[in-house]
Structure formats: structure tokens, C-alpha cells
């Protein structure tokens, strides 16, 4: 997973399945012993919401904030990302960044962090 100069890694996250667990969330601030309000991936609520044709939304949206490093030393050890490894609707996705696009292709409500 971790091999040099293999190309850019990212976590691609399906938000339309997401249950809003906050597994991924509670495994980052465990994982990197994180203080009080401080989040790598912070789970993000949107609705509920009465849309226009009646229907009801509403979206659970896990965002990965500037401290995420996709963590860095667990990949390094040929493991996936904690947040990854803890998603218990297993609606996140670790990999190369060109091989998660095509996965993207597939399915309309996908997100993709991808950071340098």
C-alpha cells in the first residue's frame, strides 16, 4: 500500500450509504490521540430536509480536515487507514487515486480527498 512512487493515494467515501456511526471518527481521534474538538475526519449532518418533490434527505458526510495524513505510519505497516479499517458500513475506500476515480464512475454520491 505504502510503496514509494507507486502514484498519489487518497480515501474515497460513498456518503450516500454512510449511517452516520461515527466509527471513523471516534477510530482517528483514538488512533492519533487526539484533544477534545480536534478531528483527521470530522462526520458532518445535512437535513433532515423536505425536498421539493416531497421527499425526505438527509446525509451523513464524513470530511477529512487538514490533520488527516491518511494515516501515514499505519500504512506504512500494510494496513488501511483507521477510518477505513472502522467504517462499519464500509462506505470508505483507501487506494491510488487513479484507481478510485474509475470506482467513482459507478456511483453518483462519492467524495474524494486526495491530499498532496
Known amino acids: 500500500m505504502s510503496k514509494a512512487n507507486e502514484g498519489r493515494y487518497g480515501l474515497l467515501i460513498d456518503y450516500e450509504f454512510c449511517t452516520g456511526c461515527h466509527s471513523c471518527e471516534v477510530a482517528c481521534i483514538k488512533e492519533h490521540e487526539m484533544p477534545k474538538d480536534q478531528y483527521g475526519i470530522h462526520l458532518l449532518q445535512d437535513g433532515p430536509r423536505k425536498q421539493y418533490d416531497g421527499k425526505w434527505e438527509w446525509t451523513n458526510l464524513p470530511i ?8 501515514e505510519d499505519r500504512v506504512a505497516k500494510d494496513k488501511l487507514p483507521t477510518c477505513v479499517h472502522h467504517c462499519q458500513a464500509q ?4 487506494g491510488l487515486v487513479s484507481d478510485l476515480v474509475k470506482k467513482m464512475e459507478t456511483k453518483p454520491k462519492m467524495v474524494l480527498f486526495a491530499p498532496k
Do not use: N, Q, R
Open 64 to 71: 477529512p480536515t487538514s490533520l488527516c495524513d491518511l494515516c
Open 91 to 94: 462506505v470508505m475506500y483507501y
